[in-house]
């Protein structure tokens, strides 16, 4: 229609440093998602902005973690061993409780996410290695607090969102 304005603009990066404050409110207060794009250069690549708060509730909603356990008894494990995986990620871990099982595992993603989030590129190596698993490291990443530390009873918490939501 002709005068409708779009639904996402594309601005240059010139623009965007230039109206940061306006791009900012425009994103965070308005909703609105803006693209933006290297003007000067030959099929520019684009990035995407969008308020934070949106991107947690979608991810929350869409990527959520679930675990699978199994218990071992037997002469290497006389005392019963368990073995937690989430196959979101593909790793696990293992403990003679559940509680320590899981804290293994809450470990192992943490410490996966901070070496993915070193070198994004360089770890997932291509966009749709990329699409399947980063969404779960950003999860994870958006509970590090103020001085960049991971609270394992909150990446526990995330990692058993299926289970806990089944209890109640």
């Known amino acids: 229609m002709k005068g409708m304005e779009l639904f996402m ?5 010139a623009k965007a440093r230039d109206n940061f404050t306006e791009l900012y409110r425009n994103v965070t ?3 609105n998602e803006f693209l933006v794009a290297h003007g000067s250069r030959k099929n520019p690549k684009q990035m995407s902005l969008v308020p934070t708060d949106f991107l947690d509730v979608l991810l929350d909603k869409y990527f959520r973690f679930a675990v699978e356990w199994t218990y071992t008894q037997d002469d290497t494990a ?8 989430t196959p979101q990620l593909n790793l ?19 410490d996966e996410a901070s070496y993915a989030f070193r070198d994004l590129r360089g770890y997932f190596g291509s966009p749709e290695r990329f699409a399947e698993k980063f969404p779960y490291f950003r999860r ?15 990446v526990i918490a995330l990692l058993t969102e299926s289970e806990q ?4």
């Not at 006389?78 to 995986?85: D, E, I, K, R, S």
């Not at 696990?92 to 470990?107: I, M, Q, R, V």
């Open 9 to 13: 603009q594309t601005w240059t990066v």
């Open 140 to 154: 994870v990443a958006r509970l590090q607090d103020e001085a960049g530390h991971f609270p394992i009873e909150k």
């Open 92 to 110: 696990y871990g293992d403990g003679p409780t559940k509680e320590a099982a899981l804290h293994s595992l809450a470990e192992a993603v943490i």
């Open 78 to 85: 006389p005392q019963g061993w368990w073995t937690v995986w």
């Open 165 to 168: 939501g089944n209890n109640s």
């Open 29 to 31: 207060d308005n909703w």
